[in-house]
């Protein structure tokens, strides 16, 4: 099978290509890094099928960070049958540097011209016949996006590969051109593949090629120095970066018609809106309103405070009503994700009393009843409940994410992560973070820096992924239900906000201890505004869907049917039923552990129904979402046994919370707990693939310490304001030793 | 015990058994410990689901 690879800058459209032409639903964003890896997929409208290769983007075939390396072995290792570059046609002059590193391969070569739509749009033009003629490769417009041309381009590619390739160099009139001449003789005379290729990087002083080549190396730098240096200096680097740039604006540039000159004092609508968006003070404060709005149009149940500005309308709301009077009004208006939220709480609480009618009717016992109602529909539907309020967060994100506003954040934010030792290029996977933990941490090998990358890796589980979300929501609800504290999205986003300190906190102190550097050089190319492709939104959406639902009636629902059997069954196997709970295997496990979390405010303190939040605590190690639906079998169980509940669904959970005699200082306490603790297994698993083995244990340590000092922290401050001086005393102390740990260590290392 | 009874139990204990072993078979072959079934949309990078296709 033929084998084409996609290679491109950062942002370029590979992955939106690489989808159009396989029919995948790869992950695409618009931000330079999104692809860490190599990915493959099937061409299969053509004549035969063509594997198609999408390869992370870079800039030039000189790598400087794991990425990068992916894609230089790959093109010189993996031997593509065909390359096909993706030029963005609005950024002629800048794409085509890596198009003449490319054509220094003896490789079929197709150029994409991508993005044509915004060029036409723009009323510019690029001859395509002239550039053709004068790059010597096939040149094919496509709009990527809109799945444009895309067929042609397999045509021209295919086409491409019928004709072997004699690789070229744009360098050969230049200054160097002679030593490159020199150093690819060498190469091909001891059997290099590509010596064209090898032979530039070779003068360019490669680190990799001299590495590899260390003789041939020797020879180019004497050959340089004596033929054309003539005692003065030159960075070979620079003047192969200088020549490639001399070159194509010779050459190519001219092929671009612009419909009006640029002027450098007009400004463009991206340029206008960073003006506002990126201005060094109000930045920050808008990305923070921003994120507020979008939790408020989530998670809250009084919209735009209309409840309490018109008190008369909160009251009205506040008594119960209808099933409509139910969904859409709360303590006031609700917001979508809350309507969504209490739709699909009402339904899943509708089908619960169906099934345990339908099983009376069947006959069915008063345990079985049990098992399929509390313990699997239970735990089930009381996660499944909040899948809405996930898919409305997510969709803001993508939104944010897809018009290019996120990586502005990044380049906003790089001047705050660097006090704490990172630069803003690890905002990115923190902000996938909020996702998934899974691929936020491969995201990571973005970063040059190793130091910082270990960092990162261990910093990112405390962006609360959209599985946490779940533990966030029922107690924060729980909180405002049966305390009548506070709003549930202010409660969301300040835990949101607890995660991200305790990070850069996190941050801070691993950079100026164990793993002390400087943050690295952030340069990122900012994308252009544009309108999210609706296309997009909705596959980000599916993705997250579909993972949570496969994970809710595998993983979930099997943590139920355990959960609700070690609950309902004591030590010598005899069915306790409801009102023997506090007997069960799963109680006594519970109880055994529960000290653990005392000073965390979920231990021995509260009453005999306590030992729940230990047992929740325990499961969501096997994935997050158990915390809640192991609440929601349990809850179903207690509340009908105990307390003789009447309500369903999600307020059950909030009912046995209240019955466990807990604190609100403790329930933030737990929710921090689960936030910042060890991830569920498929994160713990990335991570130990990314730090190494030999560190792993120290990052699994470190999660736990981290979640049970913050927790204690939250607690303890919360219950007893006096403690706060306590800890902020404890803060000092360890600043101090840290400093005075630094100047140790200087010394050490001076010495 | 009605036969209801017993094919809901039974039901119950073979799907978690089901699961588990589903679970263990996947760790065995190298693909994810996430449940995405390796084909979400950011698997490629994922190291367990390059164990997979270096098997």
């Not at chain 1, 997929?41 to 035969?48: A, F, I, L, R, S």
Request: with cysteine; hydrophobic share 50%.
């Amino acid at each position: 099978m033929l084998k084409f690879a996609l290679a491109g800058n950062p942002n370029s459209g590979k992955t939106t290509l690489f989808n159009a032409l396989t029919g995948s639903t790869a992950h695409v964003g618009n931000w330079p890094g999104v692809t860490v890896d190599k990915r493959e997929g099937t061409y299969k409208k053509g004549d035969e099928p063509v594997d198609i290769v999408d390869l992370p983007g870079i800039y030039s075939l000189s790598p400087y960070t794991p990425e990068e390396v992916v894609a230089r072995n790959f093109l010189l290792d993996e031997h593509p049958d065909c390359i096909i570059n993706i030029v963005v046609a609005t950024n002629l002059e800048r794409n085509l540097y890596l198009t003449t590193q490319l054509m220094e391969l003896d490789v079929p070569m197709v150029v994409a011209l991508n993005m044509t739509d915004v060029l036409d749009k723009n009323g510019d033009r690029i001859d395509v016949r002239a550039l053709e003629k004068r790059i010597a490769l096939p040149v094919v417009e496509i709009s990527a996006l809109k799945e444009r041309n895309i067929d042609l381009l397999m045509n021209r590619a295919i086409e491409a590969v019928q004709r072997p390739r004699v690789a070229t160099s744009v360098l050969k009139a230049s200054v160097l051109g002679s030593s490159i001449a020199n150093a690819e003789i060498a190469l091909k005379l001891k059997g290099v593949d590509a010596p064209l290729f090898h032979a530039v990087k070779l003068v360019e002083k490669d680190e990799i090629e001299v590495q590899s080549h260390p003789a041939e190396a020797k020879a180019a730098e004497a050959f340089i120095r004596e033929n054309v240096l003539n005692g003065e200096k030159l960075d070979a680097e620079a003047a192969i970066a200088d020549a490639r740039y001399k070159y194509i604006t010779a050459h190519f540039s001219s092929t671009l018609t612009r419909a009006r000159k640029p002027s450098y004092d007009e400004l463009s609508k991206s340029d206008k809106a960073d003006k506002v968006l990126t201005h060094k003070w109000a930045g920050i404060p808008i990305f923070l309103v921003i994120l507020f709005t979008i939790f408020h149009l989530t998670f809250s149940e009084n919209l735009l405070y209309l409840g309490s500005i018109i008190p008369a309308f909160g009251e009205w709301c506040s008594v119960e009503g209808g099933v409509v009077k139910q969904i859409f009004f709360t303590d006031g208006l609700n917001s979508l994700g809350v309507i969504l939220f209490n739709a699909l709480d009402l339904l899943t609480s509708r089908i619960g009393e169906g099934l345990g009618r339908g099983l009376e009717a069947l006959g069915a016992s008063e345990a079985v009843v049990g098992l399929v109602c509390d313990g699997i529909w239970g735990g089930l539907a009381s996660v499944l409940s909040f899948l809405p309020q996930i898919l409305v967060l997510f969709l803001f994100f993508s939104i944010l994410e897809d018009s290019g506003y996120m990586a502005r954040v990044a380049f906003m934010l790089d001047r705050i992560f660097r006090r704490f030792g990172v630069s803003g290029r690890a905002f990115m996977p923190m902000i996938m973070g909020f996702g998934c933990s899974v691929p936020a941490m491969v995201n990571t090998r973005t970063m040059a820096d190793e130091r910082e990358r270990e960092a990162t890796v261990r910093v990112i589980p405390f962006f609360s992924c959209g599985a946490k979300m779940p533990i966030l929501l029922a107690i924060a609800g729980g909180i405002v239900q049966a305390f009548h504290v506070g709003n549930a999205d202010v409660i969301t986003y300040s835990m949101y906000v607890l995660g991200v300190a305790t990070a850069l906190i996190s941050l801070l102190v691993m950079r100026n201890t164990t793993m002390r550097g400087e943050a690295s050089a952030f340069i990122m190319e900012l994308p252009t505004y544009h309108m999210p492709s609706f296309k997009n939104l909705m596959l980000h959406l599916w993705d997250k869907a579909k993972h949570f639902i496969h994970k809710a009636f595998t993983i979930i629902v099997a943590s139920c049917i355990v959960v609700w059997f070690l609950s309902n069954f004591g030590w010598a196997w005899n069915y306790l039923g409801k009102e023997g709970m506090n007997d069960s295997i799963l109680a006594s496990v519970g109880k055994l552990i529960q000290p653990l979390f005392t000073p965390l405010g979920f231990g021995s303190q509260l009453s005999d129904k306590g030992w729940v939040f230990a047992v929740a605590a325990l499961t969501g190690l096997i994935a997050k979402e158990d915390v809640i639906a192991t609440f929601g079998t349990l809850a179903a169980c207690i509340s009908a046994g105990f307390l003789g509940a009447t309500e369903d669904g999600i307020y059950e959970v909030t009912v046995m919370i209240a019955e466990t005699g807990i604190t609100v200082p403790a329930l933030l306490s737990f929710i921090a707990f689960n936030m910042l603790t060890v991830p569920c297994f498929a994160a713990v698993a990335t991570a130990k693939a990314e730090v190494g083995k030999g560190k792993f244990k120290w990052t699994l340590l470190f999660w736990i310490f981290t979640s049970y000092l913050v927790s204690t922290i939250v607690y303890t401050s919360g219950q007893w304001w006096w403690t706060t001086f306590v800890w902020v005393a404890v803060a000092a102390v360890s600043v101090v030793g840290i400093v005075l740990y630094n100047q140790y260590a200087d010394k050490e290392k001076k010495s | 015990m009605k036969p209801i009874d017993v094919i809901i139990i039974v039901a119950a204990v073979l799907f978690v058994v089901g699961v588990a072993t589903y679970a263990l078979w996947r760790k065995k072959k190298g693909k994810t410990d996430c449940g995405c079934g390796c084909d979400c949309g950011s698997c490629s990078g994922c190291p367990s689901a390059k164990k997979d296709k270096e098997e």
